[in-house]
């Protein structure tokens, strides 16, 4: 009796990820634009980082989604709006932290994990979200440094680090792009042990001559490249382009 209750669970939970899978690529066709849910979190559980997240409104999101129309303009995708983000209520709970090694079954253990920690802790909000990008601020003097931001495309969550200071409000906003493409399936174009920008496909334009430097970054290239070996992280979102690879990678070409 218990083993045929345990098929049928493994059998339902097959059926469920199948579904979703099938959907999942269904959106990519972009016959409508998705719903981003973006959830501050303190993840300092400080003052400071407080009082950053309650300055933040609507509008702050809103040269995200104005980039991807611009870019999709670009890619002549018949949306005009590819991404609606919107501001959701802060999250007090930490996302669960991947894993430092490449471990699949850590890996899969923390996606599971992950997706569980989006079910529970979803503020509700007038649309139902298609995307959810769990923003975690930190306060640039006691972390300089950030650790790195990750999302998947299979539940379409993403925890991304940012810094709690008006300062790095424009690179934040790269960096949340960045993530938001990860999980419409589009891949890194940098080298994971040097963080430079992969020619051809990290780069902006990668026919330009002479190659360097570079006017732009290709936004899951990460940088801009400068001259071989040199790239330096583009100061706003205008200073990025959406490449062919990445254009073709989440469905905006063939």
Same mark, same amino acid.
């Given at each position: =009796?218990?083993?045929?209750?345990?098929?049928?669970?493994?059998?339902?939970?097959?059926?469920?990820?199948?579904?979703?899978?099938?959907?999942?690529?269904?959106?990519?066709?972009?016959?409508?634009?998705?719903?981003? %849910?973006?959830? @501050? #979190?303190? /993840?300092?559980?400080?003052?400071?980082?407080?009082?950053?997240?309650?300055?933040? &409104?609507?509008?702050?999101?809103?040269?995200?989604?104005?980039?991807? /129309? *611009?870019?999709?303009?670009?890619?002549?995708? $018949?949306?005009?709006?590819?991404?609606?983000?919107?501001?959701?209520?802060?999250?007090?709970? #930490?996302? $669960?932290?991947? @894993?430092?090694? !490449?471990?699949?079954?850590? #890996?899969?253990?923390?996606?599971?994990?992950?997706?569980?920690?989006?079910?529970?802790?979803?503020?509700? =909000?007038?649309?139902? @979200?298609?995307?959810?990008?769990?923003?975690?601020?930190?306060?640039?003097?006691?972390?300089?440094?950030?650790?790195?931001?990750?999302?998947?495309?299979? !539940?379409?969550?993403?925890?991304?680090?940012?810094?709690? *200071?008006?300062?790095?409000?424009?690179?934040?906003?790269?960096?949340? %792009?960045?993530?938001?493409?990860?999980?419409?399936? %589009? &891949? +890194?174009?940098?080298? =994971?042990?040097? !963080?430079? $920008?992969?020619?051809? +496909?990290?780069? /902006? *334009?990668?026919?330009?001559?002479?190659?360097? @430097?570079?006017?732009?970054?290709?936004? =899951?290239?990460?940088?801009? $490249?400068?001259?071989?070996?040199? %790239?330096?992280?583009?100061?706003?979102? !205008?200073?990025?382009?959406?490449?062919?690879? &990445?254009?073709? *990678?989440?469905?905006?070409?063939?």
């Amino acid at each position: =009796m218990w083993k045929k209750i345990r098929i049928f669970i493994l059998l339902l939970v097959l059926a469920t990820v199948v579904q979703q899978s099938l959907q999942e690529d269904a959106d990519l066709k972009w016959n409508k634009n998705f719903y981003v %849910a973006v959830y @501050p #979190i303190n /993840a300092d559980n400080s003052s400071k980082v407080s009082a950053y997240i309650k300055t933040l &409104t609507q509008d702050d999101f809103e040269p995200v989604a104005a980039y991807f /129309a *611009e870019e999709a303009q670009r890619y002549q995708l $018949p949306l005009r709006r590819p991404f609606e983000i919107r501001l959701g209520n802060t999250v007090q709970a #930490i996302p $669960p932290s991947p @894993p430092e090694t !490449g471990n699949v079954f850590e #890996i899969v253990l923390w996606s599971l994990q992950f997706r569980y920690f989006a079910w529970v802790h979803s503020p509700k =909000m007038s649309v139902k @979200p298609d995307i959810k990008l769990y923003l975690l601020y930190h306060d640039p003097v006691t972390h300089p440094r950030l650790s790195h931001s990750t999302a998947l495309n299979k !539940g379409r969550i993403g925890r991304v680090n940012l810094f709690a *200071e008006n300062g790095y409000s424009k690179k934040n906003l790269v960096i949340l %792009a960045h993530e938001l493409l990860h999980t419409v399936k %589009a &891949t +890194d174009k940098y080298d =994971m042990s040097t !963080g430079l $920008p992969i020619y051809p +496909d990290g780069f /902006a *334009e990668p026919d330009k001559s002479p190659l360097y @430097p570079q006017a732009y970054a290709e936004l =899951m290239g990460g940088r801009i $490249p400068l001259r071989e070996g040199n %790239a330096e992280i583009p100061n706003h979102i !205008g200073l990025t382009l959406i490449g062919n690879k &990445t254009a073709k *990678e989440i469905g905006w070409t063939q």
